[in-house]
């Protein structure tokens, strides 16, 4: 008789344990639907990236703390280069002007 007890009891702790499983793997598959929905991913990747450009900004942030000189300089050369065409056109008016007076007061 407790051959057959000890199988009821392995029994009744399989079924037990079945149940739990079970329980488990709706439970996670009900949280991987949840995770899943498009709004649910759209937020997520949404925190992910302002989560990055905050580490980004930091690190930009302590690397001009610690290269001013560097960063003025590249700051400085791409000023110039992005103002290139303009200050041409400024200083090519600017002597066209010059020489147009210089002209006008020779005559």
Not at 38 to 66: C, F, H, M, W, Y
Request: proline share 3%; aromatic share 2%; charged share 35%.
């Amino acid at each position: 008789m407790t051959q057959n007890n000890d199988d009821i009891f392995r029994l009744r702790s399989l079924a037990i344990e079945k149940k739990l499983a079970r329980d488990n793997v709706r439970k996670e598959l009900s949280d991987t639907k949840e995770r899943l929905r498009p709004a649910n991913l759209i937020q997520e990747a949404k925190d992910k990236t302002l989560d990055r450009i905050q580490k980004v900004s930091e690190d930009a942030l302590q690397g001009v703390k610690d290269h001013p000189g560097k960063v003025a300089t590249v700051a400085t050369a791409a000023a110039l280069m992005a103002l290139r065409k303009p200050l041409t056109k400024h200083y090519s008016k600017r002597k066209a002007y010059a020489n147009s007076e210089h002209h006008d007061a020779e005559d």
